[in-house]
């Protein structure tokens, strides 16, 4: 009897692997154009999560023209958990060491 529990916890950890990619992925982003945008955390961030959420919309996009993928708006969503996760980190910690 199949239970479905292989199958329940495979998409888990999927899921959870592509928030912490995606996290990481604005992370990267944020360092990287931190010098070339406008200073202010806010523009900073906001163009990290947007290119971000672009990638993920063009990462789905692309599985939609392989056979054995699907191009859903659920994965983008999650994707977008990731980013949103990682620069809610980003604030905390910064607003932690500016208290100090």
């Known amino acids: ?4 529990l292989e199958t329940t916890a495979d998409a888990v950890l999927k899921k959870t692997a592509h928030i912490i990619e995606y996290g990481i992925l604005c992370l990267l982003v944020r360092r990287g154009f931190k010098g070339t945008v406008t200073e202010s955390a806010p523009s900073v961030n906001l163009f990290a ?3 971000s959420l672009l990638y ?3 990462d789905e996009l692309h599985q939609s023209f392989i056979p054995s993928r699907n191009c859903r708006v659920t994965d983008v969503l999650i994707d977008m958990l990731g980013v949103i996760l990682a620069l809610y980190v980003i604030e905390k910690v910064k607003s932690k060491n500016y208290n100090k």
């Open 1 to 4: 009897m199949d239970t479905g």
């Open 49 to 51: 999560g947007v290119f």
């Open 56 to 58: 993920a919309v063009s």
